[in-house]
C-alpha cells in the first residue's frame, strides 16, 4: 500500500490485535500519532488495515482471486488478481497509427492476440502444464518482441508487465478470461444510482445495494423475486435460499479444483 518501514514497525505497538476498531475510534489513534501527516499516509493507512482485517475475519469467505480490469482500486484486497483480456485489448484500439505499413502491423498483431486468446480458451478445457508452458512462450513472443512501430511496442511492453495476471487462467482453468458478467451485473445499479443521482442517506445507499444485489442474484439463478420476498415475508420458506442455489449450481462447475491442487 506504499506505507513505510517506519510507519508498519510503529502501528503493531499503537493498535491491539486483539480489538475490532470502528472508524471513529481508529481516527482518535491516528489523530494521537499521526497529526502532522498529509491525509494520503492516513488513507492508505486505512486501506491497509481494513484489507487485513477483511483476510483475518471467518464470518465470511475470504475470497483468494478477483477478475477485474486493472483499476488501481482492485489492487491488494485479494492474494492473486486475474486481469481481464477485453479490457487490456481497448488499450490497443486507442492506438492510431498513421502510416500503412503500421496499420498493417497492428492488424497482424491484432489477430495474433485473438489467436491466443482464442487458445486461452481452449485450455480452459482441456488444462495440461504442458500447454501452459507454451501458452506462455506464446505470450512472451507476442508481447515481448518487437514490432518496429513505436506506439504498439510501447503498450505491449505495459501488457507485457501484467503477464501473470493476464495468464492467470493457466493455473486456475475456472476462471474465465473475461469479466463481462461482473460488469453486467453491476449495470443496472450504475443506472439507477444516475437516474436518482444517488440516495440521500447512508441508509439509503444501502437498501439500494442489498436489494439491487438480491434482484441481480435471483435473475442469475433464474428465481421469480417478488415470489421469493413474499415467501420469506409471510414466513413460509418454500422455496430455497439464493445460497442453496448457488451452492447447488456452483458443485458441477468444480470451481475450487486448482485451488484444492495446491494446498
Given at each position: ?73 482492485f489492487n491488494g484486497l485479494t492474494r492473486q488478481l486475474a486481469l481481464c483480456w477485453i479490457h487490456e485489448y481497448r488499450h490497443y484500439k486507442q492506438l492510431t497509427p498513421r502510416f500503412l505499413a503500421h496499420c ?160
Open positions: 500500500m506504499g506505507v513505510s518501514q517506519k510507519w508498519r514497525r510503529l502501528l503493531p505497538t499503537l493498535l491491539s490485535g486483539e480489538q475490532t476498531y470502528t472508524e471513529p475510534q481508529l481516527d482518535e489513534v491516528l489523530d494521537a500519532h499521526l497529526p502532522k501527516y498529509g491525509g494520503n499516509l492516513r488513507k492508505r493507512v486505512k486501506e491497509a488495515l481494513a484489507i487485513a482485517a477483511y483476510r483475518s475475519q471467518s464470518t465470511y469467505p475470504v475470497v483468494k482471486l478477483l477478475l477485474c480490469d486493472d483499476a488501481p482500486q498493417d502491423l497492428l492488424k497482424g498483431f491484432s489477430q495474433a492476440f485473438w489467436q491466443l486468446y482464442q487458445d486461452l480458451l481452449a485450455y480452459r478445457d482441456e488444462p495440461s502444464e504442458a500447454k501452459a508452458d507454451v501458452l506462455r512462450a506464446a505470450f512472451d513472443q507476442l508481447f515481448g518482441q518487437p514490432s518496429g512501430y513505436q506506439q504498439l511496442d510501447e503498450r505491449k511492453a505495459l501488457t507485457l508487465a501484467k503477464k501473470d495476471a493476464l495468464l492467470m487462467v493457466l493455473s486456475h482453468p475456472e476462471i474465465l478470461l473475461h469479466n463481462n458478467p461482473a460488469e453486467l451485473g453491476a449495470r443496472q445499479r450504475v443506472r439507477k444510482r444516475d437516474v436518482s443521482l444517488q440516495a440521500r442517506t447512508t441508509e439509503g445507499i444501502t437498501a439500494w445495494d442489498t436489494f439491487q444485489t438480491l434482484v441481480g442474484t435471483a435473475n442469475k439463478l433464474g428465481v421469480n423475486i417478488y415470489q421469493y420476498f413474499r415467501d420469506r415475508i409471510a414466513l413460509t420458506n418454500v422455496l430455497p435460499s439464493l445460497a442453496s442455489l448457488i451452492h447447488e449450481r456452483a458443485a458441477p462447475l468444480h470451481l475450487g479444483t486448482s485451488w484444492a491442487a495446491t494446498t
